[in-house]
């Protein structure tokens, strides 16, 4: 068995399976594809890819599979579903995932496609893994599919120590080791076993501190808020949605620098725009916060009028309404498994801190901001 | 300027202060005094000593005063402070406080004597140090004594994350680089900048995941509570208490060797008493949860009688009622200096989660538990 | 002043001038340039920057500085060196040197270029810093450019640690602290003070030691000789060499999809080349070590010829005899500066080490790696 | 299957002998010995025991068997051997061995008697394992004694990169995981497979620099060699060899500071003597080197009567002559099994560089060095 080195995990044994899969375009693909895409202009340490990410979800669901002692025909199916998780991720990840689904629609399976369209068909045949198995496992259904996507899935371990050890901001850090070890299966459904009520509340203490300190760094959503203009902007000028979606990062970097150079050189350059307005969640009338993308996109083109700005000079950037996904994790506390939320005090301390968090922003260029303010005060109906 | 390499925070620069001090008896005993006393049985490489831990806090103090900028004569004798803070401290740390407190009283100032009676007092004054000033700052006075002794000191900070280097638990890894540099002092308070309402929680978090996996570990609990009962028992047998609080940890292990040979024996040996009776907050009277030390030992004596077994196979263990105390951490928000309780809606459920970890532990030999827990229910007026 | 988190050395603090200097395009430019070009395709979590690297030279050449106590004035311009001295690099850093080179000649000093046309310039002026001084620094010159690229430059330094870090092999972790406080000035020369033979031995062992296992992995030699070729194609096919060499990594990928689509094609997805010939040096003619980068492709044309293979599935590799720069470093032993060769024993034996590691390489396709091997041994002359 | 948190290793899963071992006093009197004795005067945070050592070795001991694929009732003993391969020592570990070799002579096997006389010999056998088979591995003996004794022993990877995790010095950070996923047997003898020269070559370095820089620190020599002295006398003074060697540190500590109060008030002090001579092997007549134990000794008292001083504050350090154990580690080079020293230059240069760092020391009060000086090169022949 081969295995390979990574800064986190340290050596990544790779089975047959694994070792097949990686030779794919599809899998090679990944090494362009940042995982933290517009964080490392706050964190310049945070370059690494959907590649190692991927490598290292595998190698938490070899352990977490091996705790669970389910067969190795299923085992085999769920590593091959965690190795290739993120394949069918569009340039930048999630960051263009929006984009991508207003194009295609939110029906569409990218994954599935890959899976039989590709070389990963073939790879998959003659390691007798259905295909059809792999997708679902990815979209998080039957009671392993939660291994993979899930309250407690190895995705989220690998990337929260992933990208602490990559920006250097600790906080991600969990014992991982201890989570994959204490997984068990109860009636279907993937929970932490005795005495863990602690470490499932340091999973989600670990997200929301990194969400506040890292992901929703306030320059890294400026930064994505404009690759996503500029985005929209590229499949205007003509680029294809086919084209568009299979992009790695660095063909959209070099297409936007040729169709939309204004706003592909500034995010280039770090030369970002500026934020014109930042409220809370308590001073947005709920019509903004329910607004659809096409309505943001409308009052964005209507603060720029009324401004009197170049449309591009305007961003609006307003969050969903904050989730706590993790609460639902499951743990064994006296015998009975029971949801996180009812066994800890702080889900509810974390859900309120969350929505304090939360900001709307309109973002433009340094010298429009006060012009771009008043405009959108009054588009957006705040005070 | 020597330095002395640390596996915490690698080189650690000496002032000839600093330098000076090290030197002293009264510093080096605490090369033999562990850390985390009885945290070692269960985490077995924490065996990390104060006087590594007071180089830290040393270090930290250093940086924050760099800060502050508050000029080098106030800075060095902070600086000699922060180094000399556990110099007081008996025994096994803190696990013998409470055995020393009975003995002399809780006026007592065990540092301010060390201060002028030993070769501490000549280093001072060759330094112009004002003993008095240090014995204040350690007991947290004045806006300096926060930095050494508060909510924010770097007594904390050093001890989360090197507590955590050495056992191997992740959570008390606290970005302490981003918390020293942001310190300032306003209105004669120490408090964090403005921005760090989350790095104000982290620290508050990093303590609250520490205490329920490392230091409140029941296994630790129990080795501490029997301990402690060995110490009595050892003052009993006449030793003095002035001999008592100047050993270092392995003349305290000989003497209760000597002394005390069954409790010591299963100390050393690691054969820990079980736990008997292990109860939460909301089932125990209140007056039981406010009995003194003495109410303490007098129940262990009546368990022990109703129970029909020896003395010291007895051990009651009811902590203090949980506090909070870093919820009092001043922050600056929107230019305002609050309280972090009043900031953040953490500080809340960790105070439920707190209350919600306390446990009251009774803990006898495996054998007699089953006679000890009926007749602890029966003493303490438990269902 | 401002700070910075790196996931090497934590905060890095920022003078005015580092953060005016990054304001600029000419350095943001390094996010888009990697640290070690073809390396991640062996080790993939190396996907780091030139951005982040010129950052950790930054800071270690600031605490050098400390050291060596020179004045702000002449220790800001060394700074302004040290954070500059990489934005002169070509695409894939030094993947890309020698096909420059063979365009402009190598008295052409691309950094001076920029330090006089772009905004690098306004910047310079506004801190009153001699662009001239600042050029001659990174050449190396004066003994203060011995900081920034020398034996013992801080250049090194940064790269061994954080090149460990990223590929996850831990021989380049060396005590980059010791190294820099330790660092004196004599005699117009940067040597290591007393008692720090060994400190400098193992500067010398991780250089040698990430060499053969990172460095000049044959995985990542074989796609370095790859994109070296493609590059040649990309200016034969008409792309200026003033746009090549201002260049980032994306474009350059971009471009060779575009205009070298086979070679290019493989680099990006990982299928390349395999060893044909893998010869160490006692079995090459002299007259083939010394032939130069044209003899080394008229060598390449030769042997696709010979072998009936089309001229791009042959790569030729023939590394620079072995040097140890290192070896000549300074030390200060009983009192008396000497070279490391002569007060270190390993240096010979390292000498003789890369002696042996040297391998002239052929690489073609897999399927054509018989007949090229052939044609390779009869052109090269090889037994 | 239990698991133990380890600050190096992680969770170190533990099988049912290993659990059973621990519980045992022999293993846990591993708690309370050091695993570097003098060094932590030195490396203030270097305080880790020989426990966690012992799980270490355990640790990877059962990674390197899984490789070897030899079956499970040979691997637990194997297991077994590794977690007891201290169990023999005496107090301060290494620092004793000789003191204790004098006096029971070199064929006495410490650990043989324990398998038998203790506990351990009834957890072996409820285990069905042979404990002279245990003891027979822990001396190297047969192809499976090198795992745990040999040139490429678990134990040495182990304290290699524990011992620098706790000193802070990065030296001994060597790939441990590489190391024992690449071991094989070949012809009874173990062995790394093809392409790791560079791999073994990697331990030797580590070795010698950890060596020079912690292990043979001066400082730490000292207080070694005063240990050694204070032992001798603390046997003179009629404590029994039987009661000595099964001391823990604890024990000696208190029994040298009522017995030998002033040698063993000044180790724990940190109080230490100087370097009255410090003389490289050059310098060092033959007969002097070849010096036995009781030949230094006498020695040690004709100094001290020439300088006129009291005999026991003259302390003669004579280290053996030095080896490098590690040149003998096999490797597969092109199929064929070889000696490192056949396979790698370092090794003759490391030889050289390891009889370059040999010193004879004679050690004294700081303020009767010069006399000590004196007579000592008088008495010894030194010019």
Chains 1, 2, 3, 4 share one sequence.
Not at 210 to 223: K, T
Not at 270 to 298: F, H, M
Not at 325 to 348: C, H, I
């Amino acid at each position: 068995m081969n295995a390979i080195k990574d800064s986190v995990h340290d050596w990544i044994p790779l089975d047959p399976v694994a070792a097949d899969l990686l030779d794919t375009a599809a899998v090679q693909r990944l090494r362009h594809i940042k995982q933290l895409s517009t964080v490392r202009l706050v964190y310049p340490s945070a370059s690494h890819t959907r590649f190692e990410h991927s490598l290292g979800v595998y190698h938490l669901a070899r352990q977490a599979l091996d705790s669970l002692d389910i067969g190795e025909k299923r085992a085999r199916t769920v590593r091959a579903a965690a190795l290739l998780h993120d394949v069918g991720h569009g340039p930048y990840g999630h960051q263009t995932e929006e984009v991508i689904r207003r194009e295609v629609g939110t029906d569409h399976d990218e994954l599935g496609d890959l899976l039989y369209e590709t070389e990963l068909a073939g790879v998959l045949e003659t390691h007798d893994i259905d295909p059809d198995r792999v997708a679902a496992l990815v979209r998080g259904e039957g009671e392993l599919g939660q291994v993979v996507a899930g309250e407690l899935d190895v995705d989220r371990m690998d990337y929260l120590v992933r990208d602490a050890h990559h920006t250097g901001v600790p906080y991600g850090t969990i014992d991982h080791g201890r989570l994959v070890r204490d997984l068990q299966l109860r009636d279907g459904r993937l929970v932490l076993g005795e005495g863990n009520v602690q470490t499932a509340e340091s999973l989600l203490l670990a997200r929301a501190l990194m969400d506040g300190i890292v992901y929703r760094h306030h320059v890294s959503r400026i930064a994505g808020a404009m690759l996503e203009r500029a985005c929209e902007r590229l499949l205007d000028a003509g680029v294809s949605i086919d084209r568009f979606r299979r992009m790695a990062d660095h063909d959209l970097l070099v297409a936007l620098g040729e169709h939309v150079p204004e706003l592909g050189g500034r995010i280039e350059r770090r030369d970002l725009y500026k934020r014109a307005l930042w409220v809370g969640l308590d001073d947005v009338p709920d019509a903004v916060t329910e607004l659809s993308r096409e309505g943001e996109r409308q009052a964005a083109r209507e603060i720029a009028t009324a401004a009197g700005v170049d449309r591009d000079h305007v961003v609006v950037d307003i969050p969903d309404r904050p989730r706590l996904k993790e609460s639902r994790t499951r743990v064994v506390v006296n015998g009975v498994v029971q949801r996180l939320e009812q066994a800890s005090e702080l889900v509810g301390a974390l859900r309120a801190t969350r929505r304090a968090q939360w900001r709307l922003g309109v973002y433009a260029p340094a010298d429009e901001r006060t012009a771009v303010e008043a405009a959108a005060r009054d588009v957006l109906g705040l005070p």
